[in-house]
């Protein structure tokens, strides 16, 4: 699939770092980035987008398997169901998968977030082995199925390998459950060494991922700080981190040590790290990440879903921290969704209204957007201009199901209603790295993506129905 390029466009209104600017002219770069960007009256005659139009959000968090789950874990089995019941669920489900299955799930997946409002995503990917536990002939077999999902797509690929060794804090070793994500240093080493080229001829950026504190004990973790220096320098590393009350005890238990406070002895966390989830964080925390410039990935639905708790937004925000969203168990794939999951839940903790407006920016979807797609493009390891000069050429077109439904029409108001309204999140054209992937809201090869899934989960129900689940 080859999609169309542009060579840059004319915007009526777009959502730039320094607010909402009118009759702005970019032009794109061979590497798909913003090479100028100047307001005028479009004297290239640039193609012009009437609606309002956003830069493309990174998805930070993404374990792309779990969106063929959506919907089987939301019955009560357990007197009290936790993320460790749902967990188990998730374990048994992937056991369910064949390679053909999980670059379909993803080829589905990346479709959707597309038209969700997102340009990248952020793999963090843990499913490596076979049904049986075994390295497949080359172990990097599942990360390519992502690689091709990606490039069928069209979205913007962070991929990370995970390093998935332990059941939890004190090395304990992997359950049985937990097969197929377990990997030994040197066939980690060796899978990084080989995606490392097929990665760079696709435009991809490879990261590094211990999986937790609870999958990696502190030496594993300091032998990826130093395969990360041998083999990918710089590169973004993404760790889950204080998700559940239960971590933090058991990390407290093991160490003495919260698991954030660990992880900033363990390493030298800096721009390059997005800590996923943080939910459960201390004062002296929070100011820690803040300082160190790393990305907090939020995953606002899922970690409602699962029944998490609610991030320190105001707290972390006034001390200038840097978030980023993701759809993690990819329960949702639209990014105004998550982003007001996560305003509502701060609403609903303080009792108060329109809490993460900034003072630059009181349109609180204005000020979300902005921010998510800065969060997203560090954690990814993308540059972090939006559409700005030196940014991606990756943006959105919000279009309007019904027009002349509002009253208002300057985009701020526009875009708190795609945010707020409930009434639909829309897409026209997406636009990642300079090509057109989405024109007018569809994909070109959106029908034989949705076929393809379908016929994977065909497959799917007759294995769950084999093993007396279904
Ligand atoms: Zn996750």
Same mark, same amino acid.
């Given at each position: 699939?080859?999609?169309?390029g542009l060579? +840059?466009?004319?915007f009526?209104?777009?959502l730039?770092?320094?607010?909402?600017v /009118?009759?702005?002219?970019?032009?794109?770069?061979d590497?798909?980035?913003i090479?100028?960007?100047?307001?005028?009256?479009n *004297?290239a005659?640039?193609p012009?987008?009437?609606n309002?139009?956003?830069p493309?959000?990174?998805?930070l968090?993404?374990?792309a398997?779990?969106y063929?789950?959506?919907?089987?874990?939301?019955?009560?089995r357990?007197?009290?169901d936790?993320f460790?019941?749902?967990?188990d669920?998730?374990?048994f489900?992937?056991?369910t998968?064949?390679?053909?299955?999980?670059?379909?799930?993803?080829?589905?997946l990346?479709l959707?977030? &597309?038209?969700?409002?997102?340009?990248? =995503?952020?793999?963090f990917h843990? &499913?490596?082995?076979?049904?049986d536990?075994?390295y497949y002939?080359?172990?990097?077999?599942l990360?390519?199925?992502?690689?091709?999902a990606? /490039?069928?797509?069209? &979205?913007?690929?962070?991929?990370l390998?995970?390093?998935?060794a332990?059941?939890n804090?004190?090395?304990?070793?992997?359950? @049985?459950g937990?097969?197929?994500?377990?990997?030994?240093?040197d066939t980690?080493v060796?899978?990084?060494?080989?995606?490392?080229?097929?990665?760079?001829?696709?435009g991809?950026?490879l990261?590094?991922a211990?999986?937790?504190?609870?999958?990696?004990?502190? @030496?594993?973790?300091?032998?990826l700080?130093?395969?990360r220096?041998?083999?990918?320098p710089g590169?973004?590393?993404?760790?889950h981190?204080?998700?559940?009350t239960?971590?933090v005890?058991g990390?407290?238990?093991?160490?003495?040590?919260?698991?954030?406070s660990q992880l900033?002895?363990l390493a030298?966390?800096d721009?390059?790290w997005? &800590?996923i989830?943080?939910?459960?964080?201390? @004062?002296?925390?929070?100011?820690?990440?803040?300082r160190a410039g !790393?990305?907090? $990935?939020?995953?606002?639905?899922?970690?409602?879903?699962?029944g998490d708790?609610?991030?320190p937004?105001?707290?972390f925000?006034e001390?200038?921290?840097?978030?980023?969203? +993701?759809?993690d168990?990819?329960?949702?794939?639209?990014?105004a969704?998550?982003?007001?999951?996560?305003e509502?839940s701060?609403?609903?903790?303080?009792?108060?209204?329109?809490?993460?407006?900034g003072?630059?920016?009181?349109?609180? !979807?204005?000020?979300?957007?902005s921010?998510?797609a800065?969060? $997203?493009?560090?954690?990814a390891g993308r540059?972090?201009?939006g559409?700005a =000069?030196?940014?991606?050429?990756?943006? #959105? @077109?919000?279009?309007?199901?019904?027009p002349?439904a509002l009253?208002q029409?300057d *985009?701020?108001?526009?875009?708190?209603?795609?945010?707020?309204?409930g009434?639909?999140?829309?897409?026209g054209d #997406?636009i #990642?790295? $300079?090509?057109k992937?989405?024109?007018?809201?569809h994909?070109p090869?959106?029908?034989?993506i949705?076929?393809d899934? !379908?016929? !994977?989960m065909a /497959? =799917?129900a007759?294995?769950l129905?084999d093993r007396?689940?279904?």
């Open positions: 699939m080859t999609f169309q060579a +840059g466009a004319h009526k209104k777009a730039t770092p320094d607010g909402w /009118r009759n702005l002219s970019v032009r794109f770069d590497r798909g980035l090479a100028a960007a100047d307001c005028d009256d *004297p005659q640039l012009v987008y009437d309002p139009v956003v493309g959000i990174t998805d968090h993404s374990h398997f779990q063929a789950m959506a919907g089987l874990s939301e019955v009560r357990n007197p009290v936790s460790w019941s749902w967990r669920i998730m374990y489900f992937a056991l998968l064949s390679p053909e299955d999980t670059q379909a799930i993803a080829e589905r990346y959707s977030l &597309l038209k969700g409002g997102y340009t990248g =995503v952020v793999e843990y &499913l490596h082995n076979d049904i536990g075994r002939t080359r172990p990097e077999e990360s390519l199925g992502i690689f091709e990606a /490039r069928a797509t069209g &979205l913007d690929l962070t991929h390998p995970v390093f998935y332990h059941s804090f004190g090395g304990l070793p992997p359950t @049985e937990q097969r197929r994500f377990i990997l030994g240093p980690y060796r899978m990084i060494e080989d995606l490392k080229g097929p990665a760079a001829a696709a991809h950026t990261g590094i211990p999986h937790s504190l609870r999958a990696a004990t502190p @030496e594993e973790i300091g032998l700080m130093n395969i220096a041998d083999i990918l590169c973004p590393v993404h760790i981190v204080a998700e559940q239960k971590e005890e990390s407290l238990a093991s160490s003495g040590r919260r698991p954030v900033f002895d030298e966390v721009r390059s997005c &800590l989830h943080a939910t459960h964080l201390d @004062e002296n925390e929070v100011a820690m990440i803040a !790393a990305t907090v $990935g939020l995953c606002p639905l899922t970690e409602a879903n699962l708790g609610i991030f937004a105001p707290a925000l001390q200038g921290g840097i978030f980023g969203i +993701g759809s168990s990819n329960i949702a794939t639209v990014a969704q998550e982003l007001q999951q996560l509502y701060q609403r609903l903790r303080d009792r108060q209204r329109n809490v993460l407006a003072v630059q920016m009181p349109h609180v !979807a204005t000020n979300l957007w921010r998510a800065q969060g $997203g493009a560090r954690a540059p972090e201009q559409i =000069v030196g940014g991606m050429a990756s943006f #959105v @077109e919000l279009t309007m199901a019904e002349g009253p029409t *985009p701020e108001t526009e875009l708190d209603f795609h945010v707020f309204g009434r639909g999140f829309q897409v #997406v #990642v790295r $300079g090509r992937v989405i024109s007018g809201g994909h090869s959106e029908d034989r949705v076929a899934y !379908a016929r !994977a /497959r =799917v007759q294995r129905s007396g689940t279904a």
